[in-house]
C-alpha cells in the first residue's frame, strides 16, 4: 500500500463535504479494491440493500489492478477536497 494511498485514506475522513451516496460508493469500491483485489466474497442477501450497493459497486472493478485502484482513490478524494 502506498504512502499517499494511506493518506488519502485518512484524509478523506476529515471532508467537511458530504459525499453523495454515489461518490461513497466509488471511495469504498475502489478502497477495497485497492487494499484486498477482487471481490470475491459472497453476494450479500436481497434484504440488505446497502450491503448489495457495496458489493456491486466493488464487482465492478473486477480486474482493476490494486496499484490502478489505489490511484484512482486518491485522484477521488483530490476531487472530493475540491468540493469543499
Known amino acids: 500500500m502506498s504512502s ?3 493518506i488519502a485514506a485518512a484524509e478523506v475522513k476529515t471532508l467537511t463535504y458530504k459525499p453523495s451516496n454515489d461518490e461513497l460508493l466509488t471511495l ?4 477495497k479494491q485497492g487494499t484486498v483485489g ?3 466474497t459472497a453476494q450479500p442477501g436481497v ?3 446497502a450491503g448489495k450497493a ?12 490494486q496499484a490502478d485502484a489505489q490511484e484512482k482513490y486518491i485522484a477521488f478524494v483530490k ?5 469543499q
Not at 469504498?28 to 478502497?31: K, N, P, Q
Not at 458489493?55 to 473486477?62: D, T, Y
Open 38 to 40: 477482487d471481490n470475491e
Open 28 to 31: 469504498y469500491a475502489h478502497f
Open 79 to 83: 476531487e472530493l477536497q475540491a468540493k
Open 47 to 49: 434484504f440488505d440493500m
Open 54 to 65: 457495496k458489493w456491486n459497486a466493488w464487482a465492478k472493478l473486477k480486474g482493476m489492478s
Open 4 to 6: 499517499a494511498f494511506e
